[in-house]
């Protein structure tokens, strides 16, 4: 659990905010709009994780900086990710990870129990911005992957205390590496996205939106991190179990557009399920 | 997390094990078939869940003793439902705790901070059983939904550290209880099973099977429950932000009932996902 967020009330978005309007003045492109092309940093961009990220966030027409400890493995793997599409023109700068957290909106994309330290390294670059992060902490025991519970409830809560003046969100821990990048194909399946920070979930679901066949939904506060993560471990022991990839759909839910959707459970609209909705 | 899980392997099912050769010798039996009915036993059982569970489980034929702390308020619930479905010819039977306790197969469906206690008070009765655990422990703070993370990870860990000698699972935490007590539709979504005993999962997942539309999952150890408890939060949260009720689906995965699916991860053949299958 994150002691620090509970009672904390979230603060209305004013009705006029828009998710291309965060406090960073990043504005959303289209591919091939004339507009300003989102930039993102990804710190950490050289894992598997962070390298399909960058793919897929390049494909959709931001520009990326691809962040490292060392700068000459950023190099080589953004050399990988150009050579594997050559057609699609992805702008995908090589760097170290000080200068991916330069950029005006940035993704967190190290291994788990690295992700707080490396923040901490680079957090003079990440005030006030919004900062994804998208690890979890599993561990392999046995045949049997773990969810593994940090001591603050969640990677995304470790991040966010490390780094108070930044708006943390917790997004993409379900979407394997290997599809994300596999930029022929969309990604299947629903991208929860949980913040303490309204505007952070709004900007960050308006970039996923974006990417083919994914579905940004808004889960609430950054408690639910530690439910999003953790329930990593549940898909991947599917995955071994039942000798497939799954992917994670929420039925009965239209595509509602998180800009569209508006104000949420902190505003005065929303509506309270019925007490019997809790199972127990 | 549950430090008593970690490290134990998983003992294998033997190939001739079938999901109804349960050590109690429950047989599974089709509504209206020749064959004994399956007799389950809900703690708990007058809250919405219990009652809910307690309708579905007779309307597929099994024979439900609808236990409570007051067995007159357990008589009141099981009138009430009886009268909501008088063409179907419910067997639920009303009686104390212990009463549902001593059946060959039992589900815990109180509220989460009881469920242990609870199971201590019967525990004489639930040896060598199998015993189900439905609890999430959820809290409401402001307008969200928060998952709580007991002491040992999970209600079912709890309740599994109390009954030392059953065999516990973590079952059903997803389903609200409005919708599993509906008899006139079915089950949507995916159920969950996590136990430390394999012949637990299959045991129950051969119970959920039996309900129209749902798809009982193998999801491995009970340090899973963690997760699948935490993530009802999840989907809590989705209702209230997006008015609805959700279900959850797990696309990519077709049905292959347990009882098919065999050995598994603890066999040899347990197919290892690339390591690029790791998010992070």
């Known amino acids: 659990m994150l002691p620090g967020a509970l009672g904390r009330t979230v603060s209305a978005v004013p009705a006029d905010a828009t998710p291309n309007g965060s406090a960073d003045g ?3 492109a289209s591919p091939g709009s004339s507009a300003e092309p989102t930039r993102i940093g990804i710190i950490g961009g050289t894992g598997p994780a962070g390298a399909a990220l960058a793919a897929r966030l390049a494909d959709i027409g931001c ?35 000080s200068l991916a957290a330069a950029e005006p909106t940035v993704v967190i994309a190290t291994p788990w129990d690295a992700a707080a330290i490396t ?37 995304a809560a470790s991040v966010q205390a490390t780094l108070p003046d930044s708006r943390v969100a917790a997004a993409l821990q379900h979407v394997p590496a290997t599809e994300l990048g596999n930029l022929d194909e969309p990604v299947h399946g629903d991208i929860l996205i949980c913040s303490d920070h309204r505007e952070a979930t709004w900007h960050i679901a308006e970039i996923v939106d974006r990417m083919p066949g994914a579905r940004a939904l808004d889960c609430g506060n950054l408690s639910n991190a530690t439910a999003i993560e953790a329930f990593t471990a549940v898909l991947m022991q599917l995955n071994t179990r039942y000798r ?16 569209v959707l508006g104000g949420g459970p902190s505003g005065t609209d929303a509506v309270q399920p019925a007490a019997e909705t809790v199972p127990d």
Chains 1, 2 share one sequence.
Do not use: C, Q
Request: net charge positive; charged share 25%.
């Open 26 to 28: 990043v504005a959303a």
């Open 63 to 97: 520009e990326i900086t691809l962040g490292s400890r060392s700068k000459y493995r950023s190099m080589e793997v953004v050399d990988n990710i150009v050579d594997r599409w050559p057609d699609r023109h992805l702008r995908i700068h090589p760097g170290a990870n």
């Open 119 to 155: 923040a901490r390294d680079v957090a003079e670059h990440l005030r006030g911005k919004v900062v994804a992060t998208m690890s979890n902490a599993l561990a392999r025991v046995d045949d049997e992957f773990v969810p593994l519970i940090p001591p603050r409830g969640s990677v």
């Open 244 to 259: 497939t990839r799954v992917a994670l759909r929420l039925v009965g839910l239209d595509h509602v557009p998180i800009s």
